[in-house]
């Protein structure tokens, strides 16, 4: 069994930082892919930012050039640098690993960015 635990999230004022951590444990295949995703109340899930196990990287257009995602040297470890920080970023962020067809989430945590 995969298990994900996140942390790292908080409230933060406009024009801040947060860097979210995220550190998997199990039966992980090496090939894998991490990721970010966020959902805000009343909205879907939407994604953030993956990065594969050989360290391409995707960002959703909304936080290109103020959020980076990044692999720990432990590399089922992964981390999102969040800049320049606005209240519409405010969601509850949830860690990802897909690999072999299966995905896994972990309990995610809260983003508050206030104006």
């Known amino acids: 069994q995969v298990q994900l635990v996140e942390s790292g999230g908080g409230l933060v004022q406009a024009g801040g930082s947060l860097r979210l951590s995220c550190a998997a444990s199990?039966?992980?295949?090496?090939?894998?892919?991490m990721g970010w995703y966020r959902q805000a109340p009343g909205k879907q899930r939407e994604l953030v930012a993956t990065i594969t196990s050989g360290g391409n990287t995707n960002y959703a257009d909304s936080v290109k050039g103020r959020f980076t995602i990044s692999r720990g040297n432990a590399k089922n470890t992964v981390y999102l640098q969040m800049n320049s920080l606005k209240p519409e970023d405010t969601a509850v962020y949830f860690c990802?690993?897909?690999?072999?067809?299966?995905?896994?989430w972990g309990q995610g945590t809260q983003v508050t960015v206030s104006s």
């Open positions: 990802n690993l897909r690999a072999l067809g299966r995905q896994y």
């Open positions: 199990g039966s992980i295949f090496s090939i894998n892919v």
